[in-house]
């Protein structure tokens, strides 16, 4: 790991670089990665490398935990993740907020990334702060169509420079529907036929996925991401 940086209260910016991601390729938006995240202290194989970090696995387990590529510099030999700190615990929060440049990390993937339907007349994108760094990525890598984001975080202080309505918790809990639900059912959506993408809590998005049906739009297109579920750890 390269550096780490702080850029709201809960959100920690880990980026990790070097020679071994020479050959990553980047997919673009909502692209992500299996990471593999070892306790401070265990006995890592040298070299750290997928391979042998599956040989060790019965001796030294890591969380494995899904996280988005918020930004890959291919010159530079860097990519950035976002991690919600959202308490110790949770071991990838944790690790998140105890990182310091030189700890190793390694990771699978990435993914395969969102293609928005090319024949949609708007782009509708939705989350709590876990989609945030998708929901920036894919931002970037949209044409100038018309963009409606909704992302729901804990208050003012977690705002980010992104072009997004920010639906604010005000202390209900994460996890909870209420806030984007209100959100979306109050909101004003351009004409036509949206191109939809929503991630974050398995159970708001499913109410998410409702409320929008409920708009109008077309229940099969909705096809929300569930980024993580209230009081199950995730892999
Ligand atoms: C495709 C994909 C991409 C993702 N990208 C990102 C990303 O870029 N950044 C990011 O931060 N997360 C991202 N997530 C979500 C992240 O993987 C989960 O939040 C994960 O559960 C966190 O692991 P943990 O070890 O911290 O907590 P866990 O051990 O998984 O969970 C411990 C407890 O914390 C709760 N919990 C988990 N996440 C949250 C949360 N965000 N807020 C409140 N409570 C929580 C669980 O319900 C559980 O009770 C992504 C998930 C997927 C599937």
Redesign the pocket.
Same mark, same amino acid.
């Given at each position: 790991m390269v550096r780490t940086q702080r850029i709201t209260p809960r959100?920690a910016r880990i980026t990790v670089g070097g020679p071994q991601i020479e050959d990553f390729a980047g997919a673009g938006t909502?692209e992500?990665v299996m990471l593999y /995240?070892y306790e401070p202290g265990a006995e890592l194989p040298e070299p750290l490398t997928l391979e042998s970090a599956r040989v060790a696995m019965s001796r030294v387990r890591p969380?494995m935990? =899904?996280? =988005?590529i918020?930004r890959h510099d291919p010159a530079a030999n860097e990519i950035d993740?976002?991690?919600?700190l959202? *308490?110790d615990? *949770? @071991?990838? #929060?944790?690790?998140a907020s105890n990182a310091k440049p030189g700890d190793e990390v390694i990771f699978v993937g990435p #993914?395969p990334a969102y293609q928005p339907n090319p024949d949609a007349d708007w782009h509708l994108l939705i989350g709590?702060? =876990? $989609?945030? @760094? $998708?929901i920036g990525a894919i931002m970037q890598a949209l044409p100038t169509a018309e963009i409606k984001a909704f992302v729901e975080i804990e208050d003012a202080a977690e705002e980010q420079d992104l072009d997004v309505v920010w639906v604010h918790r005000n202390g209900v809990p994460? *996890?909870s529907p209420e806030p984007l639900v209100k959100a979306l059912e109050a909101a004003e959506f351009p004409q036509g036929r949206p191109a939809v993408w929503a991630?974050g809590?398995r159970q708001v998005m499913q109410a998410v996925r409702e409320v929008l049906v409920g708009r109008g739009v077309d229940r099969a297109s909705v096809r929300p $991401? #569930?980024?993580?579920? /209230?009081?199950? $750890? *995730? #892999?």
């Open positions: 959100m909502d992500n /995240l969380y935990r =899904t996280y =988005t918020r993740f976002d991690f919600v959202h *308490g615990h *949770g @071991p990838a #929060s944790k690790w #993914s709590d702060e =876990t $989609a945030l @760094p $998708a994460a *996890g991630a809590e $991401a #569930s980024y993580w579920r /209230l009081g199950h $750890a *995730g #892999s």
